[in-house]
């Protein structure tokens, strides 16, 4: 086979004349029987690298298998191959019995160039059977959505786990995984659940230049609301696409373009079949101005002139973002993609990751409980009320969804029933908790990522494909010019000096601590709200007293974007110093021209309080003594003045007034360190 059979058969069945950037490479990776791992965005023409080999592959017999996650996806690429006069077909559960059996036949006898089937159907013992009687002519296993294979990509499926012992026992002489979305880890993932050492890597078109990506600070509802009427009735032509975070929101947002006198037609699972296809087809058919949906919608959507993206509510990953925006502007038009950013919707996201992942207890427990009582499978009520915690009915629904997958309970018009798989006979998943837990935890992570986006002072292109391991924007100091940063319309203020000395503080913790801990601790210690019997006498604690917790963690967010500190992949990712931060703690860069990102800056009541003990209630001249001494050894260390001393702690030295160094020490906020480095100072100010 040679670049003339790709090129006829690209001219003579697809009707196209040139293929785009780096498809030919995959292809010819794919045919030479390279193992082969590919890249590439939402519209860079992923399914024609199997779907072009497979025709070329199918000439001489051979058939291609093509694992999909989605009976929709599915159907709408067999209707649009067999509308070129190609034998492909879906073995999916929308088909009756004789159907299948009859697609079955047809696997066996080789009728088919191209077969889709769902990961599930690696369950079925009839279907591998049918596979290994087509024996040589089984050419090509493509996995689309390859990231589902992946415990650390975005949309984890178990099901997709089998493909690795599917590959091996099956030995197909050409595999190639797909995805549009994969970060580095990702990818190496997919290549070690197949078994695959060196594959061929290919990572193509992630930067889409017609695209202006641009976040902007959004109020409730109702703020939102009159926003997203705005951008849809502002679009230059085309339609609009908004994306919410649930279905009553997206009811909501929908209902408010709808009064505005925009063609606003809703999507979600919550509809009907129906409903969601006429949804769909008004869209296609541009007979409405704008779809409102959840991320139900746009898998497979191929419209070219959606000229604006919203997102209502920010999404849970980088991934889902970047492949949802990046439905916009298939034409190479210029394209609008906004995300509206409230720091509540976070909260939302949260709430739903804790209904998608019930812990191991609740999971135990449900169980449990469904075994000796019977009667709780029909009033979930009771059942969550005896549930560890008394969980959410999303969180219920949730934990009756994995024991079902699993084979451990029954939901159905009795309701729901626990069973073991034993009991039911086929196959299932085995139920590993550990990794249900650890999935959990990336799902928190990628929100994490999502915030830091949205809080982000610099490029958010080079942001966004520096996650995604595009070596050409692994630069922090690339500018797009086209987001909203870059064009300076971004949402983000100056720092104010107060917050020059909060940078220099959570600096001067994240030094001290030194790469040992994540930002909930170093938050902690920098507020003296962590009680850490580790970090108590660190001369550092309690440097920022007074500021709450979640603006010190936006802050650390910030001097994340801007560089200073940097995540260690992972888990649990740890902070630590770069040299531009250690640059900034030192002085040799100031803070003013670092790229900070200002978050909200409220004060708690409590640090109000403090602040007025220290004006009014306290002696004034040993306040002032006291505040004239931290000055100067502030100065002469080259250090902010409240890593010497918060003012939580000279409140309470002017309050004890201790008269020696065994009465010091029990002041707040002063260890051995301090008094070691301060303890004469300190008197002596007291005393005057």
Known sequence: MSELDLDRALREVFGFDELRPGQREVMEDVLAGHPTVTVMPTGAGKSLCYQLPAVVLGEAGGVTLVVSPLIALMKDQVDSLVDRGIAATALTSAATAAEQADILAGIRGGVFTLVYVAPERFRSPRFLQALREVGDKLALLAIDEAHCISEWGHEFRPDYRRLGEAYATLRPPR??????????????????????????????????????????????????????????????????????????????????????????????????????????????????????????????????????????????????????????????????????????????????????????????????????????????????????????????????????????????????????????????????????????????????KMVEYSYHPRCRRQYM???????????????????????????????????????????????????????????????????????????????????????????????????????????????????????????????????IAAPAKKKSSRARLEAAAIDSDLDPEIVGRLRAMRTRLASEKGVPAYVVMSNKTLAALAEHCPGSLEQLANVHGIGPSKIQKYGDDILAAIRG
């Not at 963690?553 to 250690?582: K, V």
Request: net charge negative; charged share 30%; with cysteine.
């Open 465 to 595: 494909l520096e996650y995604f391991g595009d070596d050409d924007w692994d630069d922090r100091t690339v500018s797009c010019g086209g987001c909203d940063n870059c064009l300076g319309r971004g949402h983000t203020q100056p720092l104010d000096e107060d917050q020059h000395d909060h940078v220099r503080g959570l600096l001067s913790v994240v030094a001290a601590l030194d790469g040992r801990f994540g930002r909930t601790k170093i938050a902690g210690v920098a507020n003296a709200k962590d009680d850490d019997p580790r970090l108590e006498h660190l001369e550092e604690r309690g440097c920022l007293a007074g500021q709450s917790s979640k603006y010190l963690m936006d802050l650390l967010r910030s001097l994340e974007g801007a560089g200073l500190i940097e995540a260690a992949r992972g888990e649990y990712p740890t902070l630590t110093m770069t040299r531009a931060g250690d640059a900034v703690l030192t002085g040799g860069v100031a803070v003013a021209d670092a790229g």
């Open 175 to 448: 595999l190639v995984a797909l995805t549009a979305t994969a970060t580095p880890e990702v990818r190496d993932d997919i290549a070690r659940q197949l078994d695959v050492e060196t594959p061929r890597l290919h990572v193509h078109g992630f930067d889409r230049p017609n695209l202006t990506y641009s976040v902007e600070q959004a109020g409730g509802a109702r703020g939102k609301a009159k926003r997203i009427v705005e951008l849809v009735r502002g679009r230059n032509g085309g339609v609009a696409l908004v994306y919410a975070a649930t279905r009553k929101n997206a009811e909501k947002y929908a209902a408010a373009l709808g009064e505005a006198g925009l063609r606003a037609r809703v999507y979600h699972a919550g509809l009907g079949d129906q409903d969601r296809r006429n949804a769909q087809d008004e869209f296609m058919n541009d007979d409405c101005d704008v779809i409102v949906a959840t991320n139900a919608f746009g898998m497979g959507v191929d419209k070219s002139d959606i000229r604006v993206v919203v997102h209502a509510d920010v999404p849970r990953s980088p991934e889902a973002y970047y492949q949802e925006s990046g439905r916009g502007g298939r034409d190479g038009a210029p394209t609008d993609c906004v995300l509206l950013f409230n720091h509540s919707d976070v909260r939302l996201q949260e709430f739903l990751i804790d209904a998608s992942f019930p812990s191991a207890d609740v999971l135990r427990g449900m169980w449990k409980l469904l075994r000796e009582d019977p009667g709780l499978g029909t009033d979930r009520e009771r059942l969550a009320a005896r549930l560890p915690g008394e969980p959410h009915d999303s969180v219920v629904s949730s934990a009756a969804r994995i024991l079902a997958r699993h084979g451990f309970a029954i939901d159905d018009y009795h309701g729901l029933r626990a069973t073991k798989p034993a009991e039911l006979g086929g196959e299932y998943p085995a139920m590993d908790l550990d990794a249900h837990e650890r999935r959990e935890q990336v799902e928190r992570q990628k929100m994490r």
